[in-house]
């Protein structure tokens, strides 16, 4: 298989992986795609830890990091010293009907509180100021593909990563997002259809990648609800020169997914899951249940902004994910797990997109007449 991104990264199938777990990383950039740590749930030191992890045992083969750095949240008009500050003046501005309903929310459900020790990281990667720290740290290692999760990656950012070498990519939900997107001299455009998990927009896969690849000039990736290589072969035949996955991702053997979430993600039908905004403020694609109905409700005070809500629910998530109360555990799906009925190594899962591939191709072949 080759093109343009094969080429780009010297890897052998057009793959890409986007994962929380470095254990999944590696194991498909070994395979021969390209496994990429997404960085928001880490601070600076814990991301140091984990790319020399991958550093480690990737045998030399090219990974990359995924940040968030959205060109609007609320504060990004805030003069602050520090992000420690950032955080205080943003805890001001949520409201206390809000964390009342939160509170009232998880009582009802029977969800214990955390010790005093014991409280989750509030902010995150969400903003510019929290995300560059991460960007320094991965920059400082040997990654070949930087990654923005949610809209263009500031233009300083696009020109650190390519004196160091490194590709950058960033997501797009509507060909005008891949426009911005290139203009500020991104690499790759990640076209993301409506069925992706984590942050999406409302246009499907198979309608948004032609619109796309037909608005750009550089390597587009199919992704949004991808996970066969049957899908990789209509990705490819509309025009994209590789695919981008992750919700694949969460049960492998080697994901940190904990046993009561895999087996929720294997029972689950592609018709589980709803674009939120009760994860971060913005629309996201999340397992349905309890939660999300919470939220939608006649009693929900309506969600904040990225990033407040996070920040709002940020030890509640935590507090649900130590407790009995899986009615209300949440967290970013795509359709694709409807399809996702086996727990499989990272790499067997990469050869098979890879065999269903070739065996798609193969059969379009017979119908035209090249077979």
Same mark, same amino acid.
């Given at each position: 298989?080759?093109?343009?991104?094969?080429?780009?990264?010297?890897?052998?199938?057009?793959?890409?992986?986007?994962?929380?777990?470095?254990?999944?990383?590696?194991?498909?950039?070994?395979?021969?795609?390209?496994?990429?740590?997404?960085?928001?749930?880490?601070?600076?030191?814990?991301?140091?830890?984990?790319?020399?992890?991958?550093?480690?045992?990737?045998?030399?083969?090219?990974?990359?990091?995924?940040?968030?750095?959205? %060109?609007?949240?609320?504060?990004?008009?805030?003069?602050?010293?520090?992000?420690?500050?950032?955080?205080?003046?943003?805890?001001?501005?949520?409201?206390?009907?809000?964390?009342?309903?939160?509170?009232?929310?998880?009582?009802?459900?029977?969800?214990?509180?955390?010790?005093?020790?014991?409280?989750?990281?509030?902010?995150?990667?969400?903003?510019?100021?929290?995300?560059?720290?991460?960007?320094?740290?991965?920059?400082?290692?040997?990654?070949?593909?930087?990654?923005?999760?949610?809209?263009?990656?500031?233009?300083?950012?696009?020109?650190?990563?390519?004196?160091?070498?490194?590709?950058?990519?960033?997501?797009?939900?509507?060909?005008?997002?891949?426009?911005?997107?290139?203009?500020?001299?991104?690499?790759?455009?990640?076209?993301?259809?409506?069925?992706?998990?984590?942050?999406?927009?409302? /246009?499907?896969?198979?309608?948004?990648?032609?619109?796309?690849?037909?608005?750009?000039?550089?390597?587009?990736?199919?992704?949004?609800?991808?996970?066969?290589?049957?899908?990789?072969?209509?990705?490819?035949?509309?025009? %994209?020169?590789?695919?981008?996955?992750?919700?694949?991702?969460?049960?492998?053997?080697?994901?940190?997914?904990?046993?009561?979430?895999?087996?929720?993600?294997?029972?689950?039908?592609?018709?589980?899951?709803?674009?939120?905004?009760?994860?971060?403020?913005?629309?996201?694609?999340?397992?349905?249940?309890?939660?999300?109905?919470?939220?939608?409700?006649?009693?929900?005070?309506?969600?904040?902004?990225?990033?407040l809500q996070f920040m709002l629910i940020s030890d509640a998530l935590r507090r /649900?994910?130590?407790?009995?109360?899986?009615?209300?555990?949440?967290?970013?799906?795509?359709? /694709?797990?409807?399809?996702?009925?086996?727990?499989?190594?990272?790499?067997?899962?990469?050869?098979?997109m890879v065999e269903e591939y070739v065996e798609a191709m193969e059969r379009l072949?017979?119908?035209?007449?090249?077979?």
């Amino acid at each position: 298989m080759r093109t343009r991104v094969t080429d780009m990264f010297g890897i052998e199938f057009p793959i890409f992986a986007f994962s929380h777990c470095r254990d999944v990383v590696a194991a498909v950039s070994r395979a021969g795609g390209m496994g990429v740590l997404g960085a928001l749930y880490f601070t600076p030191e814990e991301l140091e830890i984990e790319l020399k992890w991958i550093d480690d045992h990737v045998d030399g083969r090219p990974y990359g990091v995924d940040v968030v750095m959205p %060109a609007s949240y609320a504060g990004s008009d805030l003069d602050v010293d520090s992000p420690a500050d950032l955080v205080a003046r943003l805890q001001g501005m949520i409201p206390q009907g809000h964390r009342a309903f939160v509170e009232d929310l998880l009582a009802r459900h029977g969800v214990p509180p955390l010790d005093g020790s014991d409280s989750g990281k509030v902010l995150l990667g969400w903003t510019d100021a929290t995300a560059r720290p991460q960007v320094e740290v991965a920059l400082r290692h040997p990654i070949a593909l930087l990654a923005n999760a949610l809209g263009p990656p500031p233009a300083d950012v696009v020109e650190q990563a390519h004196a160091k070498g490194v590709k950058v990519a960033a997501l797009a939900s509507t060909p005008r997002h891949a426009v911005k997107q290139v203009e500020v001299g991104v690499d790759v455009v990640v076209a993301q259809g409506t069925e992706a998990g984590g942050h999406t927009g409302e /246009i499907s896969t198979m309608v948004l990648i032609p619109q796309v690849v037909d608005a750009v000039d550089v390597p587009v990736l199919a992704a949004g609800g991808i996970g066969s290589g049957r899908q990789m072969a209509a990705g490819m035949a509309l025009g %994209a020169e590789g695919v981008w996955t992750g919700s694949i991702w969460l049960a492998v053997e080697e994901a940190d997914t904990s046993e009561t979430v895999r087996r929720r993600i294997i029972a689950a039908t592609s018709r589980d899951t709803v674009r939120s905004r009760s994860w971060t403020g913005k629309p996201a694609r999340l397992l349905k249940n309890e939660w999300t109905d919470a939220w939608e409700s006649a009693e929900s005070p309506g969600t904040l902004p990225m990033p407040l809500q996070f920040m709002l629910i940020s030890d509640a998530l935590r507090r /649900i994910g130590r407790s009995d109360a899986t009615e209300l555990a949440t967290f970013p799906a795509g359709q /694709i797990i409807g399809a996702m009925n086996q727990v499989k190594p990272a790499k067997q899962v990469v050869f098979e997109m890879v065999e269903e591939y070739v065996e798609a191709m193969e059969r379009l072949g017979s119908i035209t007449g090249d077979g």
